[in-house]
């Protein structure tokens, strides 16, 4: 079992290669589990609600205490026990931008605003179509303690509505998490686009300034 906290640096140099496989949709939460810590992410089992079976917060002080979760949630089959995957941005590398429309709503929405192209591929992120067929898109970067979180409120006063950042302190469904509306999918995969710095999703794009901006306030 191979699992990753930010904090403890020595272990990125041993995610040499990222995989260049994915799990088929009917595996196991558990295979996918092992697939995400082999891509260097943080991951913790979600309720139906979508919240973490337990507290994380102390993560961030205790490098060794997700490692003695995981090994509980393995031996107790909590994965399997549970509803879907949550992945910690802060540990691992990455934000999500979500947007609250039906996918191609969404699709349009951040061309209409942000002046890309109308496909999932044009955003330059990995996609996620969520429970409710909404719309996810992943990317990485560098250090998410940097950026806090932006609220739909948030990014409204920048004069975008319905768009969401998530960024440190969040805990976000990762496919194929289930709850009552439906399940999250990969629209576009996370594909190792750049393995020497270990990160399973893509750079943030220059469309996504203004997020990087407003969240490093």
């Given at each position: 079992?191979?699992?990753?906290?930010?904090?403890?640096?020595?272990?990125?140099?041993?995610?040499?290669?990222?995989?260049?496989?994915?799990?088929?949709?009917?595996?196991?939460?558990?295979?996918?589990?092992?697939?995400?810590?082999?891509?260097?992410?943080?991951?913790?089992?979600?309720?139906?609600?979508r919240t973490p079976v337990a507290r994380w917060?102390?993560?961030?002080?205790?490098?060794?205490?997700?490692?003695?979760?995981?090994?509980?949630?393995?031996?107790?089959?909590?994965?399997?026990?549970?509803?879907?995957?949550?992945?910690?941005?802060?540990?691992?590398?990455?934000?999500?931008?979500?947007?609250?429309?039906?996918?191609?709503?969404?699709?349009?929405?951040?061309?209409?605003?942000?002046?890309?192209?109308?496909?999932?591929?044009?955003?330059?992120?990995?996609v996620v179509k969520t429970r409710s067929g909404?719309?996810?898109?992943?990317?990485?970067?560098?250090?998410?303690?940097?950026?806090?979180?932006?609220?739909?409120?948030?990014?409204?006063?920048?004069?975008?509505?319905?768009v969401e950042f998530k960024a440190y302190g969040?805990?976000?469904?990762?496919?194929?998490?289930?709850?009552?509306?439906?399940?999250?999918?990969?629209?576009?995969?996370?594909?190792?686009?750049?393995?020497?710095?270990?990160?399973?999703?893509?750079?943030?794009?220059?469309?996504?300034?203004?997020?990087?901006?407003?969240?490093?306030?």
């Amino acid at each position: 079992m191979r699992t990753t906290l930010l904090d403890d640096a020595s272990r990125w140099p041993a995610i040499s290669k990222l995989p260049d496989y994915m799990p088929e949709d009917t595996a196991r939460l558990e295979d996918w589990v092992r697939y995400y810590w082999d891509c260097g992410l943080t991951v913790v089992p979600l309720k139906a609600d979508r919240t973490p079976v337990a507290r994380w917060a102390h993560y961030r002080d205790d490098s060794q205490a997700y490692d003695v979760d995981c090994t509980r949630w393995l031996k107790y089959r909590d994965f399997e026990k549970c509803n879907g995957i949550g992945v910690l941005t802060e540990f691992s590398r990455c934000v999500c931008t979500d947007v609250d429309l039906p996918f191609d709503e969404a699709l349009e929405h951040l061309a209409w605003n942000f002046k890309i192209g109308l496909s999932a591929t044009d955003m330059g992120g990995s996609v996620v179509k969520t429970r409710s067929g909404r719309l996810h898109a992943w990317f990485g970067v560098d250090d998410v303690s940097a950026l806090r979180s932006l609220s739909l409120g948030d990014v409204s006063e920048l004069g975008v509505e319905h768009v969401e950042f998530k960024a440190y302190g969040s805990c976000v469904p990762l496919p194929p998490s289930i709850s009552a509306p439906g399940r999250y999918d990969w629209v576009v995969p996370p594909l190792p686009f750049a393995p020497a710095t270990y990160n399973v999703f893509p750079s943030l794009p220059k469309w996504m300034s203004w997020a990087v901006e407003a969240a490093s306030k």
